[in-house]
């Protein structure tokens, strides 16, 4: 499927599957970037901030930490700058 803009449209089926491949990598870390090497955002912070839902969730979703206190976890950004952190804390 093309857009009106010349781009491809990918369907959540699309990126389902990126992330399936992602996750046969062999850390976290590994993940991260297979998955932006799958939807051709090669930098963490270069996710285009009209870029789809999708394509923002899936390139996220895999660069957030966890961090644990006592018997309850959170996700929070995996890089913190002056201003701002990247995926986004909200």
Not at 53 to 82: M, S
Request: with cysteine; proline share 4%; net charge negative.
């Amino acid at each position: 499927m093309v857009a009106d803009d010349g781009s491809e449209e990918r369907d959540i089926d699309w990126y389902a599957a990126s992330i399936d491949r992602a996750a046969t990598a062999e850390s976290v870390y590994s993940m991260a970037h297979a998955i932006h090497d799958e939807v051709g955002i090669a930098l963490f912070h270069n996710v285009p901030a009209d870029a789809a839902l999708e394509l923002r969730a899936v390139c996220w979703a895999f660069d957030y930490a966890l961090e644990f206190e006592g018997n309850k976890a959170r996700l929070i950004p995996r890089h913190q700058y002056t201003d701002h952190s990247a995926p986004p804390a909200n």
